[in-house]
Structure formats: C-alpha cells, structure tokens
C-alpha cells in the first residue's frame, strides 16, 4: 500500500506513478485516520514533500500516532519511503528513518525525486523558472519507474541528493520553517478574490471555508502545504508579506506564469 501526503500534487503524481508501477492501493495520508489505518498488500510506501530540508510536521505526527495492529504489520513487512523534493533533502530522510525506528519499524529504502520548487514563504525561495519546470516534469516518471523496479526487487536502498551543508540546513531552516512559516492567522485574501472556492476544494486538511461574502477564512488547521495559494486563479492569496511577487504553480497545470521569475 501506498500512503502520501500532498499539497501542490507532486508527491499525488509521484504516488500515483508508483502504483501504476507496483500494483499498490494507493490512500491519501488525509483521508486515512492513524488509529484506523489497515493493513493493505504485502509492503507500505511512504511517499510525502521535503519542507525546509525536513519532513512536514503533519507527516512526522501521522506515523508517531499509526496503530499499534498498523506498526506490528509494518515490522514484519518491508517499508519504503519516497521524498518530494525541489532540488535537495538535507537531512530529511534520516528525520523520517528515525521516526519509523522510534516505532520500532526497519526502512528498507528511501528515494528523492525532484520536482519543480513550489515553496515561497521564506525570503529567497520563489518557484523554478517555466524551463526549469519543464524539465523536471519530464524528468520524473524515468525517476519512478527505476524507484519501483528497485521496489519490486526488493533491493535495499538509499538514494537521494542531500545537497550541501545538509546538517546546518536541517538544523536551523527547519526549525524556521515550524516556527514561522505554519501561522494559519498569516493567511488572507486579497481584494482580487472571485470567490470560486478553489482554495477550500484543494485544502487537503479541509480548513480554507467560504465566509457569507464568499471571502476565504482560514482555520488552524493549517500545515502551510501551499495548495490555496499556488491554485488560486487570481492570484489573490498571500501570506502576509512574504508571497508578494512570487509565482504559482500546481500539479499538473501552472498558474501565474506571468509572475515567475
């Protein structure tokens, strides 16, 4: 079985490529409750985003609270893991390894697979140019489909770009990231707002709704997965400060084109 969790739908694509390939159901970490989660197949897939060259928080969360009935299968299977990265991990996947150790569950293997950047909260960080884009795009699926062969396999695995001074990212970027960069109270929208509610389909945790006016409200909820800003049509969501001048992108279609850089 295959759990992900996603936002702007890379690791949805990635996931679902994964399936394709291995046969594997397929749950979004969403949508499946920890403390009910069954056991589906013969090995579990993990495949999430690299946030801040760590793990999203929501993820880290998820697998601290899996079963105990979940865990006990996931020990006596094999457990992979795929991360969704713009362009390196730091230290993300030894972050995820020793969650699952914590829980006493062996990993097998773990994967990047990079993707084009979606993250614009901190200063620095904005989207990759069309081309860059592009070229990752097409560059993914070969990416899955030698993840999988070493999946169906069963060859053990640690393959990923850890990028350069890995540790010192992890260490002081991450901690940023949970600090400031998960305020749900940031979020507004714009006077730019057509109320088309994309932003409250797309939310994975269900917590953007639609006050009378039709304006979005967000609640506390929030895991800063950027879903609502990089879908809206106009453009109108932001985060305090920190989204102005920033591009938009979502899987499978960009939006905002005119704003990269």
């Known amino acids: ?49 690299v946030y801040s060259w760590g793990i999203p928080p929501l993820v880290l969360d998820y697998v601290g609270r899996l079963s105990a009935p979940f ?5 006596r299977h094999r457990v992979w893991v795929v991360l969704t990265c713009g362009d390196e991990t730091g230290r ?24 084009p950047n979606n993250y614009v909260l901190l200063p620095g960080f904005d989207v990759d140019p069309l081309d860059v884009e592009r070229k990752k795009l097409s560059r993914y699926p070969s990416r899955v489909e030698e993840i999988a062969r070493c999946i169906l396999e069963g060859r053990e695995c640690r393959d990923y770009t850890a990028g350069s001074w890995p540790g010192v ?16 109270s940031r979020w507004k929208a714009s006077e730019a707002c ?16 639609l006050d009378a006016g039709r304006m979005p409200v967000w609640g506390g909820r ?22 102005r001048g920033k591009g938009q992108y979502f899987y499978p279609q960009p939006h905002g084109a005119e704003k990269r850089r």
């Open 1 to 49: 079985m295959i759990i992900y969790f996603s936002g702007t739908g890379n690791s949805r694509a990635v996931a679902t490529a994964l399936a394709a390939l291995t046969s594997d159901r397929v749950f979004p970490l969403t949508e499946l409750p920890p403390a009910d989660a069954s056991w589906h197949g013969e090995r579990l897939i993990l495949v999430c985003p």
């Open 169 to 184: 990212k992890t260490r002081m970027v991450y901690p940023l990231f949970r600090r400031m960069g998960i305020v749900p």
């Open 222 to 243: 929030c895991v800063s997965c950027l879903a609502c800003y990089h879908v809206c049509p106009r453009n109108a969501v932001a985060y305090g400060k920190a989204t």
């Open 71 to 75: 865990i006990g299968e996931a020990r």
């Open 194 to 209: 057509v109320g088309c509610g994309r932003c409250r389909d797309v939310c994975p945790m269900g917590n953007v709704t």
């Open 92 to 115: 993300a996947p030894e972050m995820m390894e020793k969650a699952l150790a914590g829980r006493g569950v062996t990993l097998s293997g773990i994967w990047d697979v990079q993707m």
